[in-house]
């Protein structure tokens, strides 16, 4: 079972000395104990393959995963060109990690190499996930998973909007657009819970047309016009920045049991049409969303106890935070949002690091396939 887990933080400029920091800081905290398993979440800005050597230095080999981040969230709140690195220590249990390239190009190839050479078997208790957001087809992904019985969670990393480059890693191996994998298995508990805070404007709207990942139109209408409608501002702003990135804090949501799937897109190209990565069906009728703190507050609240109850009675140890990115411009001003109302349900004694994602995976229970998820916070935790 866990014993102990750390964190460290560091804001170092030389991203391999920022890695060492972090990493030093963790290992300080967890003394003579030996490492289990590891996350590293560290800012786009930083050279992600320098961030990793950094932090192997000094922790050596061990199961370790990793993934960019448009900000990171730590003790200290929501912050930007940092790194965060969380380590683990224990006995009873133990974490397989590897990471395959070309999930952005191949994403169905990429996922089979993964499940081939990890062998997820019956005994296994978790698959933790962190594959790149803005160019693979992320369906495959829990199209593949849902013929296991499999408990899948994680994220869909985000970065550098403007390169079009995200960042994973495990172990030793790293790159861009890849998949990151880790099976937990043995005396470990592991709890999820999910939310979000955006809801309906009022506004009905028919997606009319569908290329790939791009949604061409709304209403017959290329989808700039449909928001300058609805959101303000002329037509021809929403193309360009800052409107155009965002654009994700107005998603599409579908009706779904009582609730809402939320499709967001990943930003509006130049000739108006939105970019998803979570794909959704031509002839929906789908509803223009917005986000509120409130809602949010509340969506905080409802992951980290859904989170609590599904680690039955297990001591939660570690937890990891997966916000979607939505959530950083939404709540620009309040950097310690999710901070706060993380502490009212989990209380200040658990370490935890998180970042901000283009999307989440989850799956609530093995009698329900994983869901690909966008606009919510996922609470994990680790007993």
Same mark, same amino acid.
């Given at each position: 079972?866990?014993?102990?887990?750390?964190?460290?933080?560091?804001?170092?400029?030389?991203?391999?000395?920022?890695?060492?920091?972090?990493?030093?800081?963790?290992?300080?905290?967890?003394?003579?104990?030996?490492?289990?398993?590891?996350?590293?979440?560290?800012?786009?800005?930083?050279?992600?393959?320098?961030?990793?050597?950094?932090?192997?230095?000094?922790?050596?080999?061990?199961?370790?995963?990793?993934?960019?981040?448009?900000?990171?969230?730590?003790?200290?709140?929501?912050?930007?060109?940092?790194?965060?690195?969380?380590?683990?220590?224990?006995? +009873?249990?133990? #974490?397989?990690?590897?990471?395959?390239?070309?999930?952005?190009?191949?994403?169905?190839?990429?996922?089979?190499?993964?499940?081939?050479?990890?062998?997820?078997?019956?005994?296994?208790?978790?698959?933790?996930?962190? +594959?790149?957001?803005?160019?693979?087809? #992320?369906?495959?992904?829990?199209?593949?998973?849902?013929?296991?019985?499999?408990?899948?969670?994680?994220?869909?990393?985000?970065?550098?909007?403007?390169?079009?480059?995200?960042?994973?890693? #495990?172990?030793?191996?790293?790159?861009?657009?890849?998949?990151?994998?880790?099976?937990?298995?043995?005396?470990?508990?592991?709890?999820?819970?999910?939310?979000?805070?955006?809801?309906?404007?009022?506004?009905?709207?028919?997606?009319?047309?569908?290329?790939?990942?791009?949604?061409?139109?709304?209403?017959?209408?290329?989808?700039?016009?449909?928001?300058?409608?609805?959101?303000?501002?002329?037509?021809?702003?929403?193309?360009?920045?800052?409107?155009?990135?965002?654009?994700?804090?107005?998603?599409?949501?579908?009706?779904?049991?009582?609730?809402?799937?939320? *499709?967001?897109?990943?930003?509006?190209?130049?000739?108006?049409?939105?970019?998803?990565?979570?794909?959704?069906?031509?002839?929906?009728?789908?509803?223009?969303?917005?986000?509120?703190?409130?809602?949010?507050? #509340?969506?905080? *609240?409802?992951?980290?106890?859904?989170?609590?109850?599904?680690?039955?009675?297990?001591?939660?140890?570690?937890?990891?935070?997966?916000?979607?990115?939505?959530?950083?411009?939404?709540?620009?001003?309040?950097?310690?949002?999710?901070?706060?109302?993380?502490?009212?349900?989990?209380?200040?004694?658990?370490?935890?690091?998180?970042?901000?994602?283009?999307?989440?995976?989850?799956?609530?229970?093995?009698? *329900?396939?994983?869901?690909?998820?966008?606009? *919510?916070?996922?609470?994990?935790?680790?007993?």
């Amino acid at each position: 079972m866990i014993s102990k887990a750390a964190t460290g933080q560091s804001w170092e400029l030389e991203a391999a000395r920022a890695g060492e920091q972090a990493a030093r800081q963790a290992i300080e905290q967890l003394g003579r104990a030996p490492l289990s398993f590891g996350w590293v979440i560290s800012s786009a800005a930083l050279s992600f393959d320098e961030v990793l050597a950094g932090v192997l230095e000094v922790t050596g080999e061990m199961p370790l995963i990793g993934l960019s981040s448009s900000a990171e969230i730590g003790e200290a709140g929501r912050t930007r060109k940092s790194v965060l690195v969380g380590l683990v220590s224990g006995s +009873g249990f133990g #974490a397989r990690a590897g990471w395959w390239p070309d999930f952005q190009r191949d994403s169905r190839k990429c996922v089979a190499r993964m499940l081939e050479e990890l062998q997820p078997q019956p005994e296994i208790k978790t698959l933790l996930l962190a +594959g790149d957001g803005l160019g693979s087809d #992320a369906q495959v992904l829990v199209d593949e998973l849902s013929k296991l019985r499999l408990s899948s969670l994680g994220c869909l990393t985000g970065g550098d909007l403007s390169s079009g480059k995200t960042y994973q890693s #495990a172990g030793r191996r790293s790159g861009s657009g890849g998949l990151a994998g880790a099976i937990l298995q043995g005396e470990i508990a592991v709890g999820v819970g999910v939310g979000h805070g955006w809801q309906p404007v009022g506004a009905l709207t028919q997606v009319t047309r569908v290329q790939g990942p791009w949604v061409r139109t709304l209403e017959g209408q290329p989808p700039n016009e449909v928001y300058a409608r609805y959101f303000g501002n002329v037509a021809r702003n929403w193309v360009y920045p800052p409107l155009n990135e965002l654009v994700r804090l107005y998603p599409l949501g579908l009706e779904d049991n009582g609730g809402y799937a939320i *499709h967001a897109p990943i930003r509006m190209e130049a000739d108006g049409s939105l970019r998803m990565n979570n794909p959704i069906k031509e002839g929906s009728y789908a509803n223009l969303m917005i986000g509120t703190q409130a809602a949010c507050s #509340a969506a905080v *609240h409802q992951a980290a106890n859904q989170a609590m109850a599904a680690l039955q009675g297990a001591t939660p140890k570690f937890g990891l935070l997966f916000v979607d990115a939505a959530w950083a411009a939404l709540l620009e001003l309040e950097p310690l949002f999710e901070v706060q109302a993380l502490r009212t349900v989990l209380g200040a004694q658990i370490p935890w690091i998180g970042g901000y994602t283009l999307g989440q995976v989850y799956r609530s229970s093995l009698d *329900h396939p994983p869901q690909l998820l966008n606009q *919510h916070i996922e609470v994990v935790l680790l007993g």
